[in-house]
């Protein structure tokens, strides 16, 4: 998964509904009316590491009342990074450098980290004299309840609760309650897309799991059931398999143990279904026979297909020749 890539637009599509959720003492001083710009990708060379950094989000904004424009950093960390603070430094004495502009820098991290505090300065000192101390924000997901943002309608917060502290055992409850969130929002389609395919990335359920997500959501007012099944059906529509097509060979091992009925097979038979009607038993005998491998090829590859001659195809090309 490229996190970076994942949360780069997710912040970039919300900017401000970012700001707004999480670094709630900024948003008084943006001017709204002014336009926010998203800035080229910044590359900088660190002379002493010899590599190339590449700043994750830079955004213009306007000062509210004053003529002043600054930048607001956003750097996301999927993963523990050697001398990271050292690095956010580079990049704040480059861009004011660069733009000579106010610099506001903070660091998204998004991997499990509740046990520790992520260091919020990087600093510079002998043994009788401190000589710099540069301070940035940080936030780190993985120390917020989920249930923080629960009521809160921000679409940023239904995307993120994903990826925030919760038991195992609440994974398929906090995938419905984003999809409960989103329904309610009534984003535009594009934007509910992009948060639909966040929240999946994060929450790839089981087929365990799948199960007693619809549990759940068989348990909701039923205005609300069918607000988020007539979401997760547009989302099918244009391509994103919200739960379904994400994580096919954990699903089909599991279903195996479960017991359950041909596993992972039975989600793309399910996706399949939906796009062509019912297939035949000729075919589903062939969906059966593939391989945890094939399974997951398949389930990549059936968003390309236009019809069910598409799929003999594939499987004439993929089928194994010892059967």
Not at 259 to 281: A, C, I, K, P, T
Not at 298 to 312: H, I, N
Request: hydrophobic share 40%.
């Amino acid at each position: 998964m490229n996190h970076d890539r994942l949360f780069k637009e997710l912040i970039a599509s919300f900017f401000i509904e970012f700001v707004d959720l999480l670094l709630p003492d900024l948003s008084p001083y943006i001017d709204l009316n002014a336009e926010i710009v998203q800035l080229d990708k910044e590359l900088f060379n660190d002379l002493t590491e010899g590599e190339s950094l590449i700043a994750d989000l830079v955004m213009k904004l306007k000062f509210q009342g004053e003529d002043i424009f600054f930048l607001i950093h956003v750097e996301s960390q999927a993963k523990v990074q050697r001398h990271f603070p050292r690095r956010m430094f580079i990049y704040f004495c480059r861009l004011s450098e660069k733009y000579n502009m106010l610099v506001y820098p903070v660091v998204v991290f998004s991997y499990k980290s509740a046990k520790r505090n992520e260091p919020d300065f990087y600093e510079v000192k002998f043994p009788n004299k401190r000589i710099l101390r540069f301070d940035y924000t940080t936030i780190q997901l993985g120390q917020v309840p989920w249930r923080t943002f629960l009521s809160n309608d921000n679409p940023i917060a239904a995307a993120l609760m994903s990826t925030m502290k919760m038991d195992k055992s609440e994974r398929p409850l906090v995938k419905l309650e984003c999809l409960r969130l989103l329904a309610r929002l009534k984003l535009d389609p594009a934007r509910s897309k992009l948060i639909g395919g966040f929240v999946d990335s994060y929450l790839n359920l089981t087929a365990r799991e799948l199960k007693q997500f619809e549990r759940e959501r068989e348990m909701l007012l039923p205005i609300e059931r069918e607000e988020t099944v007539a979401l997760v059906s547009r989302w099918e529509k244009t391509g994103i398999e919200i739960g379904l097509m994400q994580g096919l060979s954990q699903g089909r091992q599991e279903g195996k143990e479960a017991g359950l009925l041909q596993g992972s097979e039975r989600v793309v038979e399910r996706q399949l279904r939906r796009r062509f009607g019912d297939l035949s038993l000729d075919l589903v005998s062939k969906l059966n026979q593939l391989t945890t491998d094939q399974i997951e090829d398949l389930g990549e590859a059936l968003l390309d297909f236009a019809s069910l001659d598409d799929l003999d195809r594939w499987l004439s090309i993929h089928e194994d020749p010892a059967l």
